[in-house]
């Protein structure tokens, strides 16, 4: 199953969303929150989502949901300094609506690349209808 | 005994967290105003982590580099992060520097910094400090300046670049959802650059 990683400059704002996603996918799923610093501060930390990448995936991919400003940086840092040879899609999502349709399309056993493109078009779908 | 390029590192350190509430100040007017904090915690984290005796200079920066990134927490980590890991590469087995190195150096960091944060010259970040400044030291080479020399002319145009991010609006970063208003306000990330570089010709004039 493809696996998700939620990062945001917030311990709890990344937890908040898991126990969301976690709500539509099922404990079972594979689903990481990386949230703030090491030490439970603001900000992000690209070696903390390089483990949660890791920690992600079993082999089908991982798409990530990220925030604003240096969540998107890092996370693009942590891709690059990952060892192994893990696919990860950074969805150009909002992070709540994103990781919530990521994780529905994923528990259903849906391929990475369906997985980004159903987060993406968290972007597109109207709240008041 | 600290090695001489720990000594460097720690007088840019040391000229961060000097300038920590400055920094800071500049990104409160047009940022999220933390960059003073972040890149002073960042530091002191670098100044304890990085090994005072280790020779090779690629490994103190690369070292630099991982402890920035994970470290500083806003958008200067992994800018700064990168920067130095590349100019790491760089440098790798190097145990002393040539002001030739500069030029690779700069290379390594400008095109780590436009990976990173897919940014050019001329929207008011970090670029408009380093840009200059490596255009000076290219220039001062093919005049054939010692490093004394060069090293002042980098700082001389990353100095009139910081002074050029005052009249320019910002188009990335938090400071972009300022746009015409961010014009007026100096980049905290050019001026943190430029900290670095007087920091650098500081240390270099102290040990010529």
Same mark, same amino acid.
């Given at each position: ?17 898991? @126990? ?110 | ?15 961060? !967290? ?10 409160? @007017? ?26 090779? !200079? ?84 093919? @005049? ?23 009249? !320019? ?40």
């Amino acid at each position: 199953m493809v696996g998700i990683v939620i990062v945001s400059h917030s311990k709890k704002a990344a937890e908040g969303i898991y @126990e969301l996603a976690v709500q539509m996918a099922g404990e079972d799923h594979k689903i990481v929150a990386v949230g703030g610093m090491e030490d439970g501060s603001i900000g992000t930390d690209a070696f903390r989502i390089r483990d949660g990448i890791v920690k992600a995936d079993d082999g089908d991919g991982v798409v990530l949901l990220a925030d604003l400003g240096s969540g998107i940086m890092s996370s693009q840092t942590a891709i690059d300094l990952l060892e192994e040879d893990i696919e990860v899609v950074i969805a150009d999502a909002p992070i709540l609506e994103g990781a919530i349709s990521a994780a529905v399309q994923a528990s259903m056993g849906a391929a990475l690349k369906e997985v980004v493109k159903e987060a993406e078009l968290a972007n597109k779908i109207s709240k008041l209808g | 005994m600290a090695t001489k390029v720990y000594q460097c590192l720690q007088k840019i350190g040391e000229a961060i !967290i000097e300038n920590k509430d400055f920094l800071t100040d500049l990104d409160r @007017e047009i940022g999220d105003g933390d960059h003073g904090v972040n890149m002073a915690r960042g530091f002191t984290e670098v100044l304890n982590a990085v090994p005072q005796e280790e020779e090779d !200079i690629g490994v103190v920066l690369k070292k630099t580099g991982m402890t920035l990134l994970s470290k500083v927490g806003g958008a200067s980590g992994p800018l700064y992060g990168t920067a130095y890991m590349k100019a790491a590469s760089a440098v790798q087995g190097k145990t002393t520097l040539e002001i030739q190195d500069a030029r690779t150096i700069c290379e390594a960091v400008i095109g780590g910094i436009k990976m990173r944060g897919k940014a050019e010259p001329g929207e008011k970040t970090m670029l408009d400090a380093i840009v200059p400044a490596y255009d000076a030291l290219v220039k001062s080479l093919e @005049e054939g300046k010692d490093a004394a020399g060069c090293l002042d002319a980098m700082c001389q145009a990353a100095e009139k670049g910081v002074e050029y991010t005052k009249t !320019i609006k910002a188009t990335k970063g938090r400071a972009s959802y300022l746009g015409e208003r961010s014009i007026g306000h100096q980049d905290p990330g050019a001026t943190s650059s430029l900290i670095t570089l007087q920091a650098i010709r500081d240390f270099a004039a102290e040990n010529a």
